[in-house]
């Protein structure tokens, strides 16, 4: 225990001496790397948009309100769009993400050395590129629409399922499957008694959850082309129409709201 | 378990979803959705067709990457990245600790409590890109937005996991330093603080790394950073420019990743 005297009595401190010096000196480099960061960027800053700037937010929201409830005639499709991307993207990542999981968890691979680097790096590239980026990609692909931001959330998503229902699978109590090996299951078998059983819940809330995520990210891809609520969103900005664009934020909040909250109770369900 | 009580006795497995009306409304209405949505997604499988050779010569552009011709632009980008995520993570998380300790059940009265969660529900529900949207066209173009767009995602995120956490920690702890006669901020430092603290540190961590992939995309609406690059190189269709600027991003988050992993058992 660290103490200290003071006064010829002893006084109870948190950590020696020693500890305490090294604490002080990461919190003296993390504040100098953060004040020449900020330094950094201040120079890149023109200060006079900045200090413009609560006047322009007065500005903007007064020609944001009221919203132009008229224009909800239009959204219902691109609304319907938006879940639908969210949704079957979720659906084509979770079912390219079982066996990427499957070959990326040490227990289950077939091979250490070949097969669980290579499914790592798939999760690795798939999780650090954001789905507006594959978005920017598909859309020069497949064409804008509806069906690019399906794969872009797809393939945004994979990395995501893939790399927590891995880490699931190497987390499972092994004596199960020995249990389920010993009364002489085959591969198969096993996977099917053994492990699937035990990673199931963790994989269904799993999925739920980066659903919620993608009805999110879905609301955006529109802005590159990909379809749902950020085509009329970006048609509103460009347009400056700000009465439409604040009906459309009205929506997109709504949206997530109540896809939280359905995501909640599910998982709430299952777990 | 089901157990057929005729002999031969046979096992089955059980379902997943225990009630039989539930099971069955939740696959028919799935069904039933899935049909509905993929009746009325419009694919042009003529467009796509035709996309395909396009995309080979698009994914062939990418190949082989060119680091070289626009490497002063990628080094720029991703410096300005970098201490965009490091201002916005450290900003962001030193708000994020006085709204998530507000926005604990246990430990904020009620009306702190409700303020606190509309703050953590606002900065939740839109996509960083809106956010980015609005900031560019309050704070001009340039890093600066984008930094105020990273610090309003990291309040949300970071404040509502560590609100999460108060709420799930054992009270008994806590309750043992007040019983020292601790006063309220001693309490919190002493008796909160270092059963959140792995944790948090973890998740401070993971949120680095996801600003640093968002600040990615920041830059395509104006935010700076390594997005406005790539962005650039979508534009002028320079396709392995911006292959080397994706392998870059990928590098880092690996990077990061490792190093985070590393951090976190050092810290347990």
Known sequence: MAVAFRDGTRVWRRRERAAQFAVWAAWLVGAAVFVACVQLISDKTIWAFVTDAPT?????????????????RVLWRPLWDTINIATLGTVLAIIVAIPIAYCAARNTTPSATLVRPLAL?????????????????????????????ILAIGLRSIGFCAKLLYEAIEEIDERQVEAVRATGASRAQVTAYGIVPQVLPAFAGMSMFR???????STVLGLVGAGGLGLPLNAALTSLAWTQVSLILLIIIATVVVSEWVSARVRHAII | MSLAVDAPRRWRKPPFIARAWLRWTLTLGAALYLALALCTTEVSWTRVWQGI?????????????????????????????????????????????????????????????????AVLAVSRSFQEIILAIFFVKLFGFGPFAGCVTLVVATI???????????????????????????????????GVQPQVMPRMIGL???RFDINFRESAVVGIVGGGGIGATLDTAFLRYEFDSAAAILLVIIGIVMLVEYSSGFVRRWVQ
């Open chain 1, 56 to 72: 322009q937010a007065a500005d903007l929201a007064v020609r944001m309100v009221p919203p132009d409830w008229g224009f909800i």
């Open chain 1, 121 to 149: 790096f798939v999760i690795v590239s798939s999780r650090s590129i954001n789905s507006l980026i594959w978005a920017l990609m598909l859309v020069v692909i497949v064409g804008p629409g509806v069906f690019a931001g």
């Open chain 1, 211 to 217: 659903w919620d995520i993608n009805i999110r990210e």
């Open chain 2, 53 to 117: 050779p396009r995309g080979m010569q698009f994914v062939a552009a990418f190949f082989p990457p060119d680091f070289a011709s626009r490497w002063g632009d990628i080094v720029d980008g991703i410096a300005e990245s970098i201490w965009m995520t490091v201002v916005a993570t450290a900003i962001g998380i030193a708000l994020a600790i006085p709204v998530g300790i507000g926005a604990a059940r246990n430990l904020a009265p009620a009306p702190v409590y409700y303020v606190c969660r």
């Open chain 2, 156 to 190: 949300g995120f970071y404040g509502k996991l560590l609100a999460e956490d108060v709420e799930d920690m054992d009270p008994a702890q806590a309750e043992a330093v007040r019983a020292t006669g601790a006063s309220w901020l001693q309490w919190i430092n002493f």
């Open chain 2, 204 to 206: 401070a961590l993971y």
